[in-house]
């Protein structure tokens, strides 16, 4: 079975400051990994998907197979960034079956 | 734009009762699903469907069931409301094949059970 681990709760920077939100993965075989997005009172949606290997938003995440972790990544924090961000994983052609984590609260101060 | 629409956005029921949740999506997609999202537990995996009258468990199936008699429309029912199933309900919706992952979510249903 698969799992995603996001092994932080919470995550407060100030704006300009670079973010890395955490995501680490198990699962035998060869996943597909995404970030999804929360903000306040919205949806959650897509933020971006390790196929795409595309930045968004100014967010980027690289799969690491080595060290089975798909960190999400943005050099410089904005105040609009600040919600709850989660990792999810679908094993190859399982159809959008997703198992997500925890996910984490990002908050980024003026 | 894809819409996945909730019919209920609050909801307050007493233990014991039967509850019905109404997820409609005008995407034509195959799969839908249901999710629960607790803080601290993230989004779990209630039921699932890749078609009219197909459903499958997800990891937390216990207490609640799901019924698809349309593919626009996927229903989540708790037979006998207890007090763990207050949460957050999400519809989500996609289409079918490979290496698509972006599920499209409805805007949740908040379920408080007294």
């Known amino acids: 079975a698969q799992r995603v681990t996001q092994p932080e709760k919470l995550l407060s920077v100030f704006k300009g400051a670079p973010v890395e939100l955490k995501c680490n993965y198990s699962y035998s075989g060869s996943p597909e990994l995404f970030w999804y997005v929360q903000y306040s009172r919205q949806r959650l949606q897509l933020l971006l998907r390790?196929?795409s290997r595309e930045s968004i938003k100014g967010f980027t995440a690289d799969l690491n197979k080595g060290e089975t972790s798909f960190h999400l990544k943005k050099p410089f924090a904005q105040e609009e960034d600040s919600a709850m961000y989660y990792c999810?994983?679908?094993?190859?052609?399982?159809?959008?079956?997703?198992?997500f984590g925890k996910g984490i609260t990002l908050s980024v101060r003026p | 734009d894809v819409k996945v629409t909730q019919s209920s956005r609050y909801l307050v029921k007493r233990t014991g009762e039967k509850v019905f949740l109404e997820c409609v999506q005008d995407m034509d997609h195959e799969n839908m699903f249901w999710y629960r999202q607790d803080p601290g537990l993230g989004l779990r995996l209630i039921y699932f469907s890749y078609d009219v009258k197909m459903k499958e468990k997800g990891d937390i199936p216990e207490g609640y069931s799901v019924s698809r008699e349309k593919k626009e429309r996927f229903s989540l029912i708790l037979e006998s409301a207890s007090t763990n199933q207050t949460s957050m309900y999400l519809c989500?919706?996609?289409?079918?094949?490979?290496?698509?992952?972006?599920?499209?979510f409805g805007e949740g249903s908040r379920l408080t059970v007294l």
């Open positions: 999810a994983l679908s094993p190859s052609g399982a159809n959008s079956k997703l198992t």
């Open positions: 989500a919706s996609s289409f079918q094949g490979a290496n698509t992952g972006e599920l499209f």
């Open positions: 390790h196929i």
